[in-house]
């Protein structure tokens, strides 16, 4: 079935340092592949998304190219701030008894400290 | 106006007992979810409802039964609670190509 598999946290890192959070997947089709964002205490909200090959998702700094080729969506960021620490998850889009759904990454704790 | 909104936000109780949550949108969505994230952060999806039409179940015990009175509501019922249904609940609507929008959860503690 479809999986999708990011790097072990929990990452720590200093304010202004280059982050990047590995994700890879297996999947039948050509799903799309999204990263969503949990701050603590909150529910997932979406990060950015990429909906075909090649494709580069991004926003609030964060970025992440769809490669087919590699199977991998990682998640990317210049300069992190202390309000990017958050929990990160890597998903993509497949189907459930013929009904659409998302499939997860088991997450990735992001600390960054000033 | 909150999109997706849960509540209780908090819930403890004993085991045996029988619960509910209460998830509500106002984005007009069709589709609705209910997932289970464990104390390691994993999340897992658990119902679907399309248009108050039950349509993915994923092997959840039985215990847990999800209501849809209608297409803005989707309710979860936990009958006999045990230790193991302690977890953060989040109810989730979709919109096209498989965004979803999310409640804040809520935490169960069963003791």
């Known amino acids: 079935g479809d999986s999708v598999t990011q790097m072990e946290g929990p990452v720590t890192l200093s304010e202004e340092a280059f982050l990047t959070i590995n994700c890879t997947y297996t999947?039948?089709?050509?799903?799309?592949l999204f990263w969503y964002v949990q701050y603590p205490g909150e529910g997932l909200q979406l990060l950015l998304k990429a909906t075909k090959a090649d494709d580069k998702g991004s926003n609030k700094g964060f970025e992440a190219t769809y490669r087919k080729e590699t199977t991998s969506f990682h998640l990317e960021k210049g300069s992190v701030q202390v309000s990017d620490s958050a929990v990160y998850f890597c998903a993509l889009s497949g189907k459930l008894q013929g009904a659409q759904k998302l499939v997860f990454g088991q997450g990735t704790r992001l600390t960054i400290n000033p | 106006d909150t999109a997706v909104s849960q509540t209780p936000k908090y819930l403890v109780t004993q085991m045996g007992n029988d619960k509910s949550i209460k998830c509500e949108q106002n984005?007009?969505?069709?589709?609705m979810y209910w997932y289970k994230q464990d104390s390691k952060k994993f999340l897992k999806i658990m119902f679907s409802?399309?248009?108050?039409?039950?349509?993915i179940n994923e092997t959840v015990p039985n215990r847990f039964s999800p209501k849809s009175p209608d297409k803005a509501h989707l309710n979860l019922h936990i009958n006999s609670l045990e230790l193991g249904d302690s977890a953060v609940y989040f109810c989730?609507?979709?919109?096209?190509?498989?965004?979803?929008?999310f409640g804040a959860g809520t935490r169960l503690s069963v003791l």
């Open positions: 409802y399309n248009n108050k039409e039950l349509i």
């Open positions: 989730a609507t979709r919109l096209a190509k498989n965004i979803q929008y």
């Open positions: 999947a039948t089709g050509y799903p799309s």
């Open positions: 984005l007009g969505h069709d589709t």
